[in-house]
């Protein structure tokens, strides 16, 4: 069947209507969300904790079985913290003790160019814990294959009973209907359709997004940038090999990038034992690159036994964003409305927080106590924030993509010594750049949102490598630590107003939320150092954890600001 005078999913072999089974009849949830990616499932997760019915449609059977990210960040680590989720993501991956170090060869048998130190997870937890290293929070990066992120949060999402997930199952196409998406969905081999009426519709559909395509919004930026690696036609080859068997560097690294004068590539530990991804640019060297097994044993320089699990071909050089985030009642969200070369590994990450912010709002939405504006500021929040993080990831690529290789680097005698003392220099400098990037992702900030009550102050400069913990309206939430454990765990699960010491009275704002039904906990700390970050006695704190108030006393008139936080005023509010 088809829906009638309907838009119709024009792209990746969409069926169409005619003689198909007849529909199960029609089903009603507050929300549809489009692919069972990492984005899809943290937004089905975020709806369905919060008792917000919806379907989760998936086309593929499982969650991703050839591996892509493997850079969670601090960010994502801090909401699935939020989610209870951290603690079982955090054990997966690598061993407790495997560096994540950047380590660059010429090849894996050859010299050793530089290598950049990073901590293993025990290390990484223990400088967290003491408030030490270069990510103020209590969740550091994590080194983890997006395989076991997305089994995870599969298993999370199964368990919500809110929320009906539905994998091995499309969505074929969709209609706004002003008052509601009607949308179908069929299942994948063709056995089942259902037609669901859906307050509203998520394309998390990946790259290849039909739902942005059905929508006719366009993707801008830059695109066909070619770069030796980073740019242009890739190859990400998922394989297993002992490595024991004599090819792996003996010093164990997390990234494992190989630049010669033929070709340059990178290898990946997938699970700390023999799994491992390759990555290689098509069109360098000699068409032997096509051949994955061999293209691995070529940048080993060595040659050992390997079993090919799976290959698949990418582009990379693009830095784009859709022109809209949402027409009607359809949104859009992860690579549906951002595509990135993976270097900084932002791509997931970039959707994660999309998923995040765009939840709350509708459940707020659904819920009767957000305003008119409320899902609006998604697009507003989100959309600059895509803009910034494809831009730094372009950065990164062309510095890596663009390293110069000496033709001498694989000599033996002192030309091949002088190359690669240079270029060591060279690569140290760029992972630095590339994988320290706290700036990127607990410095992004929401300042200017009309969600946000600006206070007079700025955001400090936007630095990828710096991050300056500050709570000026629109930032992140700063991380502190309490004597009992982080703060970010005694907020409550909605807004929370954050209250240092017991001056101020919160209940004229709880009044004032309590009309609208706005969801408000108040959180009491007494801790100077915490105070002193945040900069103010009274902080209001979104879902999402970023800043939507603060001041030492609460604005006389509180519904103004109440309005406000939940999209229903115009105006922004100081004490
Ligand atoms: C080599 C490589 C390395 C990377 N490294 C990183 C990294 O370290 N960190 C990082 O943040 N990002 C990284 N990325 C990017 C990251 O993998 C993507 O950004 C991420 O997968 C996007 O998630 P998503 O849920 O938006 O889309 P996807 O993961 O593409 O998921 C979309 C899902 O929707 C399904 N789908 C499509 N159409 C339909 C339909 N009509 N109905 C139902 N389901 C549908 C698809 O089958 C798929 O399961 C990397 C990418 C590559 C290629």
């Known amino acids: ?15 169409r209507g005619g003689g198909g089974p007849r529909p199960a009849g029609k089903r009603r949830v507050s929300g549809g969300v489009a692919g069972g990616g990492p984005v899809g499932m943290i937004a089905a997760i975020e709806l369905g904790r919060r008792g917000v019915s919806c379907v989760l449609l998936n086309d593929r059977p499982t969650t991703a079985t050839h591996p892509k990210a493997n850079a969670i960040s601090s960010r994502t680590m801090e909401h699935l913290r939020r989610l209870g989720l951290a603690r079982a993501v955090r054990a997966r991956g690598l061993d407790d003790d495997h560096p994540t170090d950047l380590a660059y060869f010429t090849r894996l048998s050859g010299y050793e160019i530089g290598r950049y130190r990073q901590p293993s997870r025990r290390e990484a937890l223990a400088e967290a814990a003491s408030g030490t290293g270069r990510w103020a929070s209590a969740e550091p990066p994590h080194r983890c294959s997006q395989l076991f992120l997305e089994a995870e949060l599969k298993q999370a999402v199964d368990a919500l009973p809110a929320v009906e997930v539905r994998f091995g199952w499309r969505l074929e196409e969709f209609r706004d209907r002003g008052d509601r998406v009607e949308a179908l969905a069929r299942r994948s081999d063709g056995a089942d359709e259902i037609v669901y009426e859906a307050g509203y519709l998520i394309g998390c559909d990946g790259a290849g997004s039909g739902v942005r395509a059905a929508l006719g919004i366009e993707l801008a930026g830059e695109s066909g940038v070619i770069r030796p690696i980073m740019g242009g036609p890739m190859y990400a080859t998922y394989f297993e090999a002992d490595p024991a068997a004599g090819w792996l560097a003996q010093d164990p690294a997390w990234q494992y990038w190989i630049l010669n004068p033929e070709f340059r590539a990178l290898f990946i530990p997938v699970d700390g034992g023999d799994k491992f991804l390759f990555i290689t640019a098509l069109g360098t060297g000699d068409g032997g690159m096509r051949d994955p097994a061999a293209a691995i044993r070529r940048a080993a320089g060595a040659d050992f036994p390997l079993r090919v699990i799976s290959s698949q071909n990418w582009t990379a050089g693009y830095a784009l964003v ?23 590994g932002m791509g997931m990450n970039t959707g994660i927080d999309d998923a995040v912010n765009l939840a709350w709002k509708l459940a707020g939405e659904i819920a009767g106590w957000g305003g008119g504006f409320l899902v609006d500021s998604y697009e507003a929040e989100r959309r600059p924030i895509a803009r910034r993080n494809t831009a730094f990831a372009s950065r990164f690529a062309d510095s890596i993509g663009h390293m110069p290789v000496d033709a001498a680097i694989e000599e033996a005698g002192a030309a091949g010594r002088e190359a690669r003392a240079a270029l060591g220099r060279l690569v140290e400098a760029h992972a630095h750049f590339e994988f320290t990037i706290p700036g990127i992702f607990l410095g992004l900030s929401y300042a200017g949102s009309p969600i946000v009550a600006g206070d007079g102050s700025s955001p400090p400069p936007d630095d990828p490598n710096a991050y300056t913990p500050n709570a000026c309206p629109g930032a992140r939430a700063p991380h502190a630590w309490l004597a009992g454990g982080a703060l970010h765990d005694v907020l409550g699960p909605e807004f929370t107003l954050l209250r240092f010491g017991d001056a101020a009275d919160p209940a004229p704002l709880l009044a004032a939320a ?8 108040v959180a009491t700390v007494e801790d100077p150092a915490a105070r002193a970050i945040y900069g103010a006695d009274l902080v209001l704190i979104r879902p999402d954890h970023h800043v939507a108030w603060r001041g030492n006393r609460l604005p006389r008139d509180c519904r103004t600001l109440v309005d406000l936080a939940r999209g229903a005023g115009q105006t922004q509010t100081t004490t």
């Open 322 to 344: 859709a022109e809209r985030y949402r027409r009607g009642r359809v949104f859009l969200a992860g690579d549906a409305a951002h595509l990135f070369t993976p270097t900084g």
């Open 1 to 15: 069947m088809t829906l009638p005078a309907g838009k119709r999913r024009g792209r990746r072999g969409a069926a």
């Open 514 to 521: 309590g009309v609208p039904g706005l969801p408000l906990a």
